[in-house]
Each structure stands twice: as structure tokens, then as C-alpha cells.
Antibody, heavy 120, light 110 residues
Framework: QVHLVESGGGVVQPGRSLSLSCAGS????????MHWVRQAPGKGLEWMAV????????YYADSVKGRFSISRDISKNTLFLQMNSLRDEDTAMYYC?????????????WGQGTLVTVSS | QSVLTQPPSVSAAPGQTVTISCSGS????????VSWYQQLPGTAPKLLIY???KRPSGIPDRFSGSKSVTSATLGITGLQTGDEADYYC???????????FGGGTKLTVL
């Protein structure tokens, strides 16, 4: 049974950094692309980043390019999102999701999300 | 402003049929697969449709997807009160080299 659990959210001041984790179980991490998607309070879904199944490709939304970095530890079946230079507008629920491919053909399993609040 | 355009809301009575549109361009829907997600209040999104028109295991055939050129449509037949949720379309945008979602459509089952 596929399961994804995010952690690492919390309250952080603008300009600071935060690292999110997504622990996966029930599937082989290296066989799937993994995505981060966020949702600001009361707003819609915003795609953030993807890491291809073989780890060779990463893509980012323009809003976070140069500030956020996606990576993984296959030995621990864990996905990461390193977020630097955080801004007020980065406040959101952050979801990790397993992808059929690195494109958004279908994100078939999602975690429950971890809330990041950027505030002074 | 989302790259993909969805109506903010749709409504219909129980048992009726509703469609939700998702309009894009040749750089996204026109050349990439579309997926659809259901988000019930306070929960994570759930995949309903992938690869334009395929349903994951466990998704009832009341839900269907279609695509024509640069637009996609989600259809829901036999509406139930439990279908009240936000629905999102998603795809890849080759020009942006990024994933994109529509702004979401709130379905109300009257």
C-alpha cells in the first residue's frame, strides 16, 4: 500500500530557510517521478517542482526557481524540498505526490501535506 | 492568473450530469496529457483521471475525461452529494518546462 508522509513544516521568518521531507512506503522510489505541489490558504493548487524517476531531471515553477531545491535519498525512500529565502507568499500547505512521469500526466498518490507559514 | 482556465463554479442537482472545462494552449494541453483531481474539503487532492481519459483503479465510471485540441473536459454523471468538492485539471507546459494546474472549479450538488 502506497503511503506518503510529509514533515518539516512550521512557522519561519521571511528570508530564512526550511527543509521539508516526504517519506514514502509501499513502492520503489527510484521507479517514479516525485512532485511537490502547494496550496495557499483558500487558494488553488500550485505545482512547485519535480524530480524524474532516475534523478536526472529537475524542474521548478518560476516562482521558486533559484530558491527551492528538490532532491531525494533513495536508500531512505525520502524526498526533500529545501526552501531558501522564504517569502510571505510561500505560506501554504505543501504536498508531495507520486507521478506517473515527470510531466503532470497523473499524480496518483498524495501525502496529507505539511503547513508552512512564513511570518515575522 | 492560472495558465489553465476553469470555471470558478458549477452546480447541478443530484442524479444530473455536469461537465467542467479546462482551457489551455498548444504549449500545454495541446501537446501533453491532462489529469484531473478531486479535493474534498480539508483533504489532499485525489487523482480522478490521468492521460486525458483513463481512470485509476477504484474511480467509478461516473467520472470521465476527454480532450479536444487545447481544451479538456471532466464529466460527472449521476451526481451525488458526496461529489461536492473542488476539481482541478493539470498538465505539463512545454514552454515553461513546468507543471501547471487550472484555478479549480467548485462543484455544488444542489
Amino acid at each position: 500500500q502506497v503511503h506518503l508522509v510529509e514533515s518539516g513544516g512550521g512557522v519561519v521568518q521571511p528570508g530564512r530557510s526550511l527543509s521539508l521531507s516526504c517519506a514514502g512506503s509501499g513502492f520503489t522510489f527510484s521507479n517514479y517521478a516525485m512532485h511537490w505541489v502547494r496550496q495557499a490558504p483558500g487558494k488553488g493548487l500550485e505545482w512547485m517542482a519535480v524530480l524524474s524517476y532516475d534523478g536526472s531531471k529537475t524542474y521548478y515553477a518560476d516562482s521558486v526557481k533559484g530558491r527551492f531545491s528538490i532532491s531525494r535519498d533513495i536508500s531512505k525512500n525520502t524526498l526533500f524540498l529545501q526552501m531558501n529565502s522564504l517569502r510571505d507568499e510561500d505560506t501554504a500547505m505543501y504536498y508531495c505526490a507520486r507521478g506517473i512521469a515527470y510531466t503532470v500526466r497523473g499524480l496518483d498518490y498524495w501525502g496529507q501535506g505539511t503547513l508552512v507559514t512564513v511570518s515575522s | 492568473q492560472s495558465v489553465l482556465t476553469q470555471p470558478p463554479s458549477v452546480s447541478a442537482a443530484p442524479g444530473q450530469t455536469v461537465t467542467i472545462s479546462c482551457s489551455g494552449s498548444s504549449s500545454n494541453i495541446g501537446n501533453n496529457y491532462v489529469s484531473w483531481y478531486q479535493q474534498l474539503p480539508g483533504t489532499a487532492p485525489k487523482l480522478l483521471i490521468y492521460d486525458d481519459n483513463k481512470r485509476p483503479s477504484g474511480i467509478p465510471d461516473r467520472f470521465s475525461g476527454s480532450k479536444s485540441v487545447t481544451s479538456a473536459t471532466l464529466g460527472i454523471t449521476g451526481l451525488q452529494t458526496g461529489d461536492e468538492a473542488d476539481y482541478y485539471c493539470g498538465t505539463w507546459d512545454g514552454s515553461l518546462s513546468a507543471g501547471v494546474f487550472g484555478g479549480g472549479t467548485k462543484l455544488t450538488v444542489l
